[in-house]
Structures are given as structure tokens and as C-alpha cells.
Nanobody, 116 residues
Framework: QVQLVESGGGLVQPGGSLRLSCTASGFTFSRYVMSWYRQAPGKERELVATITSGGDLTNYAGSVKGRFTIFRDNSKNMLYLQMNSLKPDDTAVYLC?????????WGQGTQVTVSS
């Protein structure tokens, strides 16, 4: 069955960096667009970044453009989000998402807290 497992979150100071990972299984990873979302307390879930199946095209929310990089390793069924110059407003649960045969699949999320 489809499974997405995020990891790599934690507590980081403003200006710091983190790399999130999403381990995918149960489907042919290299054939599908993948996305990172985030949800902060009391706020709606928002799209952070998307990457095409081959990794050649990416798209970012304006709030993270130039600071975050989405990339993937299709040989390892892994999706990543490199986050630099983190701000307190980046504090949220980060989730990876797949749309597979018309259904959305989500991981359980990984908490990122940016605080001094």
C-alpha cells in the first residue's frame, strides 16, 4: 500500500537550516509529481513546493522561494526539502503529498519549530 513517511524536523534557531525527507513506498515513485505542504497551528494547510516526476521542474510558494529547495532521488524513492534561512513563520508541521489514481495520500508529518 502507498506509504509516505516524513523525517528530519526539529527545533532550529532563526537563520538556521534543516533538510526534511519523505520516504515513499507502495507505488512507482519516479512516475509521480510530489509536493510538500505545511500546516501551522490555527492556519490552513498550505502548499510549499512541488516537483515533477523527473525532478526537472519545481514550483514554490512565494513565502519560501529562494530559501527552500525541493528535490528528489528516484533511485531511492526519496523526496527532500532543503530549508535555509529559516524564520519563525516557517514553524509548522511539514507533510509530503502524493496524488495517486485520483486520491490524495499524506504522510504523518514532521514538526519544524523555528525559535531562539
Amino acid at each position: 500500500q502507498v506509504q509516505l513517511v516524513e523525517s528530519g524536523g526539529g527545533l532550529v534557531q532563526p537563520g538556521g537550516s534543516l533538510r526534511l525527507s519523505c520516504t515513499a513506498s507502495g507505488f512507482t515513485f519516479s512516475r509521480y509529481v510530489m509536493s510538500w505542504y505545511r500546516q501551522a497551528p490555527g492556519k490552513e494547510r498550505e502548499l510549499v513546493a512541488t516537483i515533477t516526476s523527473g525532478g526537472d521542474l519545481t514550483n514554490y510558494a512565494g513565502s519560501v522561494k529562494g530559501r527552500f529547495t525541493i528535490f528528489r532521488d528516484n533511485s531511492k524513492n526519496m523526496l527532500y526539502l532543503q530549508m535555509n534561512s529559516l524564520k519563525p513563520d516557517d514553524t509548522a508541521v511539514y507533510l509530503c503529498k502524493l496524488v495517486y489514481y485520483g486520491r490524495e495520500y499524506w504522510g504523518q508529518g514532521t514538526q519544524v519549530t523555528v525559535s531562539s
